[in-house]
């Protein structure tokens, strides 16, 4: 079958702190998983109005006033007391970040973890209110998502980058260290059709999240075809279901990565809670189905 599987939720809870981290990333890597996955979020404003999309009564829950470690200082950590397990964000809301400084940050990461460890999961965010806390326009953060994409991507591949886009620019940099191949993979986060086809525009990966949305992968598909890309290259993550069972079918739609939640914090059960667990999961799941 061939499934890969990623750790998801891994930086929240008792695995915020170093020791903690540390042990359960590997863990995840004796066991198997392929990639281990942050959070985002800089700040919560307590009264806010925004809807979060992932409960019916719009709110985040536990997670509101949970600690949230910063996700590309956690993966750093995580990085030096382990070989070769990817290290992803799920997502960095991108917007909210300067593309220039967070290119540099991520390339640093990945050489300095070796090479071909980093896998930036992204999005566009959903908090206006933490947007507002930050000084970022909301209204805007599709466009300059996009925006940002290209222009780290310019600073990764491009010697002496130039680029010239509607929200950054700049001509004729030198931003070293580079990635390992002058890349790093861009996983588009999001459970809309906006999410969907910006993965397709862009996207070395889509992740919607939530549940195995196949309408949301046909949808993904078309804006690829649409771009002159092929479709098949996008790397598709979903979330890990419960009954093992369904495995087989989410790899026919096409899913090629498996989330499993370590932590129930944002809302969904945790499959594993321990690093104990974790290593059993491996030999009760992974081996079989990897």
Not at 8 to 21: E, K
Not at 121 to 135: D, K, Q, Y
Not at 182 to 209: C, K, M, N, Q, S
Not at 244 to 263: C, F, I, K, S
């Amino acid at each position: 079958m061939g499934l890969k599987f990623g750790l998801r939720y891994a930086s929240l809870g008792r695995y915020g702190s170093g020791p903690a981290a540390v042990e359960l990333a590997q863990a995840a890597e004796e066991a198997g998983f392929d990639s281990i996955w942050t959070v985002e979020h800089v700040v919560i404003p307590k009264a806010y109005g925004s809807k979060y999309p992932y409960s019916a009564d719009g709110r985040m829950g536990a997670i509101e006033d949970l600690p949230i470690a910063d996700p590309l200082i956690w993966m750093a950590y995580v990085a030096s007391a382990t070989r070769s397990i990817k290290l992803g964000t799920a997502i960095l809301i991108v917007p909210q970040r300067n593309p220039v400084v967070t290119a540099k940050a991520l390339a640093t990461l990945d050489d300095m973890a070796g090479g071909d460890r980093v896998l930036l999961g992204i999005g566009v965010g959903w908090l206006e209110e933490e947007f507002a806390a930050l000084g970022v326009p909301f209204a805007d953060r599709g466009p300059r998502t996009d925006d940002y994409v290209g222009a780290m991507r310019a600073l990764w591949s491009q010697d002496c980058a130039t680029y010239e886009g509607e929200f950054v620019s700049f001509r004729d940099v030198y931003c070293r260290p580079k990635p390992a191949g002058g890349r790093i993979p861009i996983i588009v986060g999001g459970d809309t059709r906006a999410a969907a086809r910006r993965a397709g525009r862009l996207g070395d990966g889509y992740f919607p999240a939530r549940g195995n949305p196949t309408e949301l992968y046909d949808e993904m598909r078309r804006s690829a075809e649409a771009a002159g890309r092929d479709p098949d290259a996008i790397e598709i993550s979903a979330a890990a279901p419960v009954d093992l069972d369904e495995l087989a079918a989410l790899a026919a739609t096409g899913v090629h990565r498996v989330m499993v939640p370590v932590n129930g914090a944002a809302g969904l059960p945790p499959q594993v809670r321990t690093p104990e667990e974790v290593l059993e999961y491996g030999k009760r799941v992974i081996e079989r189905f990897a």
